[in-house]
């Protein structure tokens, strides 16, 4: 059974930092891709971020490029999402998936969240001004 468990989530002001974490088991998370979505209030899941099973290609949501990155160590099946010079609109429950990894060409077309087949509970990051 595959478990995706998120830490690091909290309440922090505008400008501040937070790293999420994403530890992952019952997959073989070397060969999977991993991603980051959000979801705020009264709004549609998004993408927020992914990375490509060896860490090579990533995809970022045109409102976090510059400030959110995300990196992955398989050694211990985690996946993380630095957050740095956080807004208000970063307001939301974050959400790390995994999937079995596609081919090169159809990693970043790929990024709904249709496209992961698993999923953690999600952990609440809230940003005030």
């Known amino acids: 059974q595959v478990q995706l468990v998120e830490s690091g989530g909290g309440v922090v002001q505008a400008g501040d930092s937070l790293r999420l974490s994403c530890a992952a088991a019952g997959l073989t998370?070397?060969?999977?891709d991993m991603a980051w979505f959000r979801q705020a209030p009264g709004k549609e899941r998004e993408i927020v971020a992914a990375i490509g099973w060896n860490g090579v290609l990533t995809?970022?949501?045109d409102s976090v490029?510059?400030?959110?990155?995300?990196?992955?160590?398989?050694?211990?099946?985690?996946?993380?999402l630095q957050m740095n010079s956080l807004?208000?609109?970063?307001?939301?429950?974050?959400?790390?998936?995994?999937?079995?990894?596609v081919i090169t060409s159809q990693f970043s077309s790929?990024?709904?969240d249709s496209d992961y087949?698993?999923?953690?509970?999600?952990?609440?990051?809230?940003?005030s001004s």
């Open 29 to 32: 998370f070397s060969y999977s």
């Open 59 to 61: 995809v970022y949501a």
């Open 110 to 112: 790929q990024q709904r």
């Open 65 to 80: 490029k510059g400030r959110f990155t995300i990196s992955r160590t398989n050694v211990k099946s985690t996946v993380y």
């Open 117 to 127: 087949a698993y999923w953690g509970q999600g952990t609440q990051v809230t940003v």
């Open 87 to 101: 807004e208000p609109e970063d307001t939301g429950v974050y959400y790390c998936a995994g999937r079995a990894r």
